[in-house]
């Protein structure tokens, strides 16, 4: 996971509470992405971004915002957790030459009370 | 929605082995990757095949890719209690933003 930096690594947060999960790279890597990993629906990407301040979502962005303010940090913020948020958190970037794959932080377990 | 399935969802096999497990996707592809998960760690990179390969090796990975079929198959050879861990496929569909979609995993246990 070297390269890659989430924080925090656990996190128990209550049900209407704001939450920010951060990722740091030291790639220098255009794309950088969040996706949610639950038990039977493998990884689902959340938003994604391809450079300083733009981003996009993805196919589960409801209940979740990104911000990208430089290239090495992409947050992820869940604006009111729900329980059904209550998942893993991985971070991943891509240096965007469809060839090298992603390389991964090492996840933040949330979870929502 | 998920555009890869593996198949099978868990495998146990003895030291020695060979492990397969199979990923079938449902629309066109630019590439298609593996990763391998150890438990409470994050996705690590295996490798890559494009849409125009047909095989590709790694070490003691093998890995096939049928465009026709729509899918692909991880071979581990010789595996060993350190390759127990779960495997993704992730295909690029060649969308912009490099995004990747991930199957749903395979479990792999190697037994020593």
């Known amino acids: 996971d070297a390269g890659i930096t989430q924080s925090p690594r656990h996190k128990v947060t209550e049900t209407g509470t704001p939450v920010t999960l951060r990722c740091h790279q030291t790639e220098n890597h255009r794309y950088m992405y969040w996706y949610r990993q639950d038990p039977g629906h493998g990884l689902r990407l959340i938003h994604y971004s391809y450079g300083v301040k733009d981003t996009d979502k993805g196919e589960v962005s409801d209940g979740y915002s990104v911000s990208r303010s430089k290239t090495e940090d992409f947050l992820l913020t869940l604006e009111s957790a729900t329980s059904s948020q209550t998942s893993v958190y991985f971070c991943?970037?891509?240096?965007?030459?469809?060839?090298?794959?992603?390389?991964f932080g090492s996840g933040t377990r949330l979870t929502v009370v | 929605s998920q555009q890869g399935e593996e198949d099978p969802q868990a495998l146990s096999i003895q030291e020695g082995e060979n492990a397969t497990m199979n990923c079938s996707y449902k629309t066109s592809i630019n590439n298609l990757q593996w990763y391998r998960q150890n438990s409470g760690r994050g996705l690590v990179h295996l490798i890559l095949i494009r849409s125009n390969e047909r095989e590709k090796h790694s070490g003691r990975l093998r890995v096939t890719l049928d465009t026709s079929k729509k899918s692909s198959s991880l071979l581990i050879t010789a595996s060993r209690a350190a390759d127990t861990a779960s495997y993704f496929c992730a295909t690029d569909a060649g969308a912009a933003g490099n995004k990747l979609t991930f199957g749903g995993g395979t479990r792999v246990l190697v037994k020593p």
């Open positions: 991943a970037a891509d240096g965007g030459d469809r060839g090298g794959g992603y390389t």
